[in-house]
């Protein structure tokens, strides 16, 4: 058994959380304003909100791309020639990773706008 086996889950398992958490934090966002900020008394939030979900966003994405690096490291420590074809295009990303935000938060997007429109 290899011994890097178990921090792999862990790593996957913390992954598919971060991914989730991102998910979950934009349909609350989209909630607590859609609901929350009707009333003008809580109105005077949306800063503390907005900082808090783009802070939040922010420490997700660095945590996920933490994530991609050391499991990058650990695939390329055998081979210590680069392929072009595992090149960093955007962001620190390939191209498989950049796609991948990319449909999560056109997905994220569309369903929370049906989502809104549907509670108007």
């Not at 859609?34 to 800063?47: S, W």
């Not at 690096?69 to 950049?98: C, N, S, W, Y």
């Amino acid at each position: 058994m290899n011994s890097s086996q178990p921090k792999s889950k862990a790593s996957a398992s913390f992954e598919y959380f971060l991914y989730a958490a991102i998910i979950a934090e934009t349909g609350l966002a989209a909630f607590v304003y859609k609901t929350i900020f009707r009333d003008p008394d809580l109105a005077r939030f949306n800063l503390y909100f907005g900082i808090f979900y783009f802070g939040f966003l922010t420490w997700s994405i660095v945590q996920l791309n933490n994530l991609h690096k050391r499991r990058k490291a650990l695939d390329a420590e055998p081979v210590a020639v680069a392929e072009p074809e595992h090149t960093r295009p955007a962001l620190g990303l390939t191209v498989a990773q950049l796609v991948i935000v990319v449909v999560v938060f056109v997905t994220a997007l569309v369903t929370f706008s049906w989502a809104l429109k549907l509670l108007r």
